[in-house]
Nanobody, 122 residues
Framework: QVQLVESGGGVVQAGGSLRLSCLAS????????MAWYRQAPGKQREMVAR????????YVAESMKGRFTIFGDNGQRTANLQMNSLKPEDTGVYYC???????????????WGQGTQVTVSA
C-alpha cells in the first residue's frame, strides 16, 4: 500500500501565494520522480511541475515558469510546490504524482494523491 498525502490548498486572491506539500509513504522501494498535476474545471489534467531524483533540472510548465517552483526530497519522500503570483486561471484541483517501484517488484508505476483544491479569486 502506498499513500500520498497532499496539503496546502485553499482560497487565495490573485497575486497571492500558496505552498502545496505531498508526502509519500508505504511500500515504496524506490522513487524515480515526483510531480504535481492540475485539472481545471472542464479541462484535461496537465503537468505543472516535476522533479526527478535521478538528476537533471526540475521541470515547470511554460505558463508557470517564474511563478512556480518545485522542491523535492527523496529521503523524506516529499515534493512541495511553491506557487507565487497566482492567477485566476491557476484555479483547479492539484494532484501529487509519484513514479516509483513498489517493494518486491521491479517495474515502475504511478501513484496519485486524491487532490487538493486551489481557488484563486480575481
Amino acid at each position: 500500500q502506498v499513500q500520498l498525502v497532499e496539503s496546502g490548498g485553499g482560497v487565495v486572491q490573485a497575486g497571492g501565494s500558496l505552498r502545496l506539500s505531498c508526502l509519500a509513504s508505504g511500500s515504496i522501494f524506490r522513487i524515480n520522480a515526483m510531480a504535481w498535476y492540475r485539472q481545471a474545471p472542464g479541462k484535461q489534467r496537465e503537468m505543472v511541475a516535476r522533479i526527478s531524483f535521478n538528476g537533471g533540472s526540475p521541470y515547470v510548465a511554460e505558463s508557470m515558469k517564474g511563478r512556480f517552483t518545485i522542491f523535492g526530497d527523496n529521503g523524506q519522500r516529499t515534493a512541495n510546490l511553491q506557487m507565487n503570483s497566482l492567477k485566476p486561471e491557476d484555479t483547479g484541483v492539484y494532484y501529487c504524482n509519484v513514479n516509483g517501484v513498489s517493494d518486491g517488484t521491479t517495474w515502475f508505476v504511478d501513484w496519485w494523491g486524491q487532490g487538493t483544491q486551489v481557488t484563486v479569486s480575481a
